[in-house]
Every structure is written in structure tokens, then in C-alpha cells.
């Protein structure tokens, strides 16, 4: 009787015990690492997503510190489908006697967000108060990702926002700072409450928290005049300090107009910094709102201070016209000023004001052409272009003196500046050209010739035709070179000129020629550029002949045409053996590849019919097999991306990038699948799926 006893109090305790195991523990035969693994690699799939949580939330409830911190940091990372027993589960992880596991609660909460968090807000709300500050942060910041926008718990509002508003005194930074960031989240519906704090936060010991609180006020929306005037004092106020004003300046820039009276005052204050600042977001505020703050900007040109003039003189230029055409004279006395940098923005600003106003700025605009600082010169030979014909061709000369081939960038400007004044400047060259006293003149204005982009340059043509037949052999070359740019902006006469040297037996003119026009990329020079390609064809494969079709590709993709789409097609469809061959080649190699993209691009930058058509059938052949080397094959993939995605649809494009980016075969490799998956995306599909894993 005894033992029959003894048997049944020792089955009732191992049950008792079996009970309180597994109310306590995981009964799992896969460790934490398992689950947290396939989360941090992407692993979670429609499959095992239910196992995994499940095993996280049995985690959850382990003796083990580090593997309920785990567990609770790794729910948050999962898109839950049904997140009311995980919310719940991580509700009652912030009373753990783990700090660690209290915070990666309060942040897989924040994570989860709303609405499913929404039943968290008082759990996080009390979590405020915990004497662990990482966990204060982390529910926190929480908050202030899930309450803004529920209106189904805009109830609880009132004591977040209160809870908030203490936290602004936390003794942590880092605690503070999140409460600047939740608070203006939280308060929408008591904003004035929230700017009052905010704004006493602008004035804290930590300049994290200073800088934080600008932020969350500059994201404030003011509901009235009162509120904008409040903000505006509270960015003004802060423009002295180095760590915030730039965010200040940001956030009256924002406002815009009513900052404007404001800031006027402000350039009376007896800091230079707030000066220049205040004139700075005058300046991006512009037009209109900033036209009355003209006048009180000129006068600062001649403030003391450096900082104060350049600000002043880049306003203006910001400002522009109509409204600083008054400045045009203080602009032109800045041009004299002893700094560079206020030299340079008076310069640049007068660019901006522009003809008519900024004409009587052309004579010390020449002057400063020949400025010791580069920079000042070249923005003013740029200004001098923007005021352009007639004001600035009594600057021609000077301009055509200065300028020197060797300094590329000033060369380079004053081409600009020729192709916007235009015929007076095309005819000075002209003449220039047709002088021979001066063979280095003749060579100058030939080089200018080669980088002017006018309708003007038509006018040149002829004088550049008798230049060919110059004894100079670089003169004979830079008249090829100006014909092949006045060709590509339309001239026939040009072209023509270029194919009839194209077929001269003369090797001194051939060579030049046929380079100059297949340069051109204009329409009448196709059935040439085919002759050429069908020529190089026949001699012997070598890597200036590779060279050589690499600039017919690129020229055809500026002529769109039906022949240009074949000549592509030809091009890639006859360097299959060449790239064979050349892969014991390194140079000849990467020359072969080289080609390839320029005909793809090309293909792609014609953009007809037929070379959609052209585009779709390469698609369909490597959707099936590969054609060419991976990195051609992938540079294809990311060009189709820029079609337009009724042609890409219409073509069948997008049907071969899915079966590329759906492909099981061993020979599409991932980096191919994300080029496909990048155009996918690029042509309005939705392409989320990580295809490497």
C-alpha cells in the first residue's frame, strides 16, 4: 500500500516538474542560432517563417540573458503577418530582469510599429521611467515611430507628449536627443506645447541635443502667424553658434517669406556671424519674398567684414533680376575689392543679373579676365558670356589673346563664351583664319573652331576648306577636326566637304578626313561610315581596325536609321570569332569589350523600332544560352533599362529580363539576375526579392 503510494507522489512531482519546464523553457532542439542565422542572411521565407517565431518566442522565455536579448532584437526584424502574440510577447520583455533584453524589446516594438504596436504605447510609455538609460532611449524612439499617425490613439497622446516633454531632462544625451525627435512626431495636435520645450531644448549643455532639437523644430509646421514667429525668433536666436546655425538657416530658409522682416533686423546685429548668415538665407529665400532686402544687402558689400561682403555679393547674384539690377554698380566696384572670394562672387553674380542690366559691367569684366586668380578670370570670361552680343564683342580680342590651349580649362570657357555671343565672335575667327601674318592666330582661331557650338559656325566653313590645303599639317588637321563640329550641327556643306577628302588619293588628307567624319555622327555621312565598316572587315584584325569600328559604334548612335541599327547588329555579330581569339590577348580583349558596350549603347541610344527590335532578339539569345562575356552581358541588361516601358513591353524586353532574373541556369550568374532585377525596377516593376540567397 505503502509503495503504491510512493509511486503515485513521485509520478505527481515528475509531472510537476515536467510542467514547470516547460513553462519556463524552450523545448526546442534547435539553438537561438539557428533562427537568428536565417534571419540576419534573409532566409525567412513563407516556409519556415512560422517555425522561426515560433522558436524566437520559446526563446523569449530562456535562462539564458543573452539569448532572450537575442530573441527579442530578432522579432523585430521579421515581417510578421500575424504580430498580436509577438507584440504581446515582447510587452512583457520590457519588465525583464535584463537590461539588454528590456531594450531590444522596446526596439523590435518600434520596428514592428503601427498599427500592431499600438497596443504597446503604455507599455513603452512606462518604460521611460526605467532606471537603465539605453532602454529609456530605445522606448523612446519607439514611441515616436508608433504614435504619430493613430488617430485610434490619439487619446494616449496627451500622456506620451507629457512623458516626452519630462524626458527633455533626462540626465542622458542620448536619451534627450531621442525626445526631441519623438516629440515633434507625437504632438501634431499639440504643437505649441512641443515648440515651447523644443525651443527651451535649443538652449541645452550638450550640443547634440541642441543641434537635434533645431532639426525637430525645423519639421514643425506652424498653424499660424504666432507659431512661425516663435520658430522664426528661436532659429535667429541660435545663428551664433557654430553647431546648429546651419540647420537654421535651413529651417528659415523653409518659412521662407514672414522670415524675411526678421532677418532684416538681424543684419543689424553686432555678430558678423549672424550678419552673413541672415544675409546667406535672404539669398536662398530669392525672389520674390526677398526683393525688399535688396538695399540693405548692398549696403553690406562694404561691410569690414570678408564673410559679410561674399555673403552680400552671392545673395544679390541668388536674387537676381529684376530686383538687384540696382546692384550692378556696388557689383562692379566689389570687382575691385582686395578679396578673391568676394571678387569671385561679384563676378559670378553680375553673370546671373545678366544683360541688359550687367552691360556697363563689360569693360571691368575685361579687366578681370587677366585676374592672378585663376578662378576669378575664368568666371569672369563666363560672365561675359551670359551678357553676351553686343554688349560683350568689344571683349572678342582680349578673349581670343588669352586664350591658350595649354591652360584647357580657360580655353575651354572662352569657347563657351564665343558660342554665346555668337556671329561677331564666328566672324572675328573667321577673319583671324583668313590672315596669314600670324600663323599661330590661324592656329587659335581653327582650335576655337573645333569646340564653338553655334549656328554661326556655318559662316566659317569655306575659310576651313582653304585651310586644308595649308602647308601647316597641324592647320590641315584642326580644319578637319572644326568641320567634323560644324558637320555634327548640321551643315551639309561641311560633310560634304569631309567626304569628298575622305576619297582623296592623297594619303595627307584621307587619313584626316575619314577620322573628322566619323566623328561627325550626322545622318549624311551613313552610307561612308558603311563603307569604312565593311572595309576594316576585310584587312587584317588588329587593334587599331578594333579602335577604328569602336568610333563608327559610337557615331552611329548619334544617326538613327535603319542602316545604323544593321551596322550595329553586324558589329556585334562579327567580333564573336575576333573576341574568341583575343582572350589569350589581355589589351585586345578589353579593346573587343569595348566595342561591344559602344554598339549597345548605341543600339539603345537610337531608340527606334528596329533597335528595340534589335535589343529584344540579343535578349531572347542569352535568355536562352550565353552569347558573350558576363560583363557585356550585364552592361546590356542595365542599357535595356533605359527604354521606355511601353517599347520595353511591346518588344518582349521585359519577358527576357524576368526569365533572366527567374533563370535556373548555371550559366546566368547572380550579378547578371540583379542587372536584370536593376531595369526591372527601372521600367516600373517591383522587384524585391533578393535573388543571391
Known amino acids: 500500500m505503502f509503495s503504491k503510494f510512493k509511486y503515485i507522489i513521485t509520478t505527481i512531482l515528475i509531472l510537476l516538474f515536467f510542467l514547470s519546464c516547460t513553462s519556463n523553457k524552450c523545448i526546442s532542439n534547435k539553438p537561438i542560432k539557428y533562427f537568428t542565422d536565417r534571419i540576419y542572411k534573409k532566409q525567412v521565407n513563407e516556409g519556415n517563417k512560422k517555425e522561426i517565431i515560433q522558436g524566437l518566442l520559446c526563446s523569449l522565455k530562456d535562462d539564458s540573458d543573452q539569448i532572450r536579448e537575442e530573441a527579442a532584437y530578432a522579432l523585430g526584424m521579421i515581417d510578421l503577418d500575424e504580430p498580436e502574440l509577438v507584440v504581446q510577447a515582447l510587452i512583457e520583455a520590457l519588465s525583464d530582469n535584463s537590461k539588454e533584453t528590456r531594450e531590444s524589446a522596446a526596439e523590435s516594438l518600434g520596428k514592428i510599429g503601427s498599427p500592431a504596436a499600438n497596443i504597446a504605447v503604455n507599455a513603452l510609455t512606462n518604460a521611460i521611467s526605467d532606471h537603465e538609460y539605453r532602454v529609456r532611449k530605445a522606448a523612446t524612439v519607439s514611441l515616436g515611430k508608433i504614435v504619430p499617425s493613430k488617430s485610434n490613439i490619439s487619446h494616449k497622446n496627451d500622456r506620451v507628449v507629457n512623458v516626452l516633454i519630462n524626458a527633455l531632462s533626462d540626465q542622458n544625451e542620448s536619451v534627450r536627443m531621442a525626445a526631441c525627435v519623438a516629440l515633434h512626431k507625437v504632438s501634431s495636435h499639440q504643437s505649441d506645447i512641443a515648440m515651447k520645450h523644443l525651443i527651451k531644448a535649443t538652449k541645452d549643455k550638450s550640443k547634440n541635443v541642441r543641434k537635434t532639437a533645431i532639426i525637430a523644430l525645423s519639421k514643425i509646421n506652424p498653424k499660424n502667424r504666432t507659431e512661425a514667429d516663435l520658430l522664426i525668433e528661436s532659429f535667429i536666436s541660435v545663428l551664433h553658434s557654430r553647431d546648429v546655425n546651419r540647420f537654421a538657416v535651413e529651417s528659415l530658409v523653409k518659412i521662407g517669406q514672414p522670415s524675411v522682416n526678421f532677418l532684416l533686423k538681424s543684419l543689424n546685429d553686432k555678430s558678423s556671424k549672424v550678419q552673413y548668415l541672415s544675409i546667406r538665407a535672404l539669398g536662398k529665400i530669392g525672389t520674390p519674398a ?27 547674384g541668388k536674387i537676381g533680376s529684376p530686383a538687384a539690377n540696382i546692384a550692378v554698380k556696388s557689383l562692379i566696384n566689389a570687382l575691385d575689392d582686395t578679396s578673391s572670394i568676394v571678387r569671385l562672387e561679384a563676378a559670378k553674380a553680375l553673370g546671373k543679373i545678366g544683360s541688359p542690366a550687367a552691360d556697363i559691367a563689360v569693360p571691368e569684366l575685361m579687366k578681370t579676365c587677366n585676374d592672378q586668380t585663376e578662378s576669378i578670370s ?40 564665343f558660342s554665346n555671343i555668337g556671329l561677331s565672335a564666328i566672324q572675328f ?265
Open 290 to 316: 526677398a526683393d525688399i532686402a535688396v538695399n540693405a544687402i548692398i549696403t553690406s558689400l562694404n561691410d569690414n567684414d570678408e564673410q559679410v561682403r561674399y555673403e552680400s555679393a552671392e545673395a544679390l
Open 378 to 417: 575664368n568666371t569672369s570670361i563666363i560672365t561675359l558670356g551670359q551678357i553676351g552680343s553686343p554688349a560683350a564683342n568689344k571683349a572678342i580680342e582680349l578673349l581670343f589673346n588669352i586664350s591658350d590651349e595649354k591652360k584647357k580649362k580657360k580655353f575651354n570657357y572662352i569657347s563657351d563664351c
Open 429 to 693: 575667327l573667321v577673319v583671324t583664319l583668313n590672315d596669314r601674318k600670324s600663323k599661330q592666330n590661324r592656329l587659335r582661331a581653327a582650335k576655337l573652331l573645333c569646340n564653338i557650338n553655334s549656328s554661326s559656325t556655318k559662316i566659317a566653313v569655306k575659310s576651313l576648306e582653304n585651310a586644308i590645303n595649308d602647308e601647316s599639317e597641324a592647320l590641315r588637321k584642326l580644319a578637319f577636326r572644326a568641320l567634323a563640329n560644324i558637320g555634327s550641327q548640321g551643315s551639309d556643306e561641311a560633310v560634304e566637304i569631309l567626304i569628298k577628302y575622305s576619297n582623296d588619293k592623297s594619303i595627307k588628307y584621307q587619313k584626316d578626313a575619314e577620322n573628322a567624319l566619323i566623328s561627325t555622327g550626322f545622318p549624311k555621312s551613313i552610307q561612308y561610315l558603311k563603307k569604312v565598316l565593311n572595309d576594316t572587315y576585310k584587312q587584317s584584325e588588329n587593334n587599331k581596325i578594333i579602335e577604328l569600328r569602336t568610333k563608327i559604334a559610337t557615331s552611329l548612335g548619334k544617326i538613327p536609321s535603319l542602316i545604323s541599327v544593321e551596322m550595329l547588329i553586324q558589329i556585334l555579330n562579327d567580333e564573336y570569332s575576333a573576341f574568341i581569339n583575343s582572350q589569350f590577348n589581355h589589351y585586345k580583349f578589353e579593346l573587343i569589350q569595348k566595342l561591344r558596350k559602344e554598339a549597345i549603347s548605341s543600339l539603345a541610344q537610337i531608340k527606334s523600332p528596329e533597335s528595340f527590335k534589335a535589343l529584344a532578339n540579343i535578349m531572347k539569345k542569352i535568355s536562352k544560352k550565353r552569347k558573350y562575356s558576363e560583363d557585356i552581358q550585364r552592361y546590356l541588361l542595365v542599357k535595356v533599362g533605359d527604354i521606355d516601358r511601353d517599347s520595353a513591353k511591346s518588344n518582349k524586353i521585359l519577358d527576357y529580363l524576368y526569365r533572366i532574373y527567374n533563370s535556373d541556369s548555371s550559366e546566368i550568374s547572380c550579378l547578371e539576375k540583379k542587372a536584370a532585377a536593376y531595369s526591372l525596377n527601372k521600367l516600373g516593376e517591383s522587384i524585391t526579392k533578393n535573388i543571391c540567397y
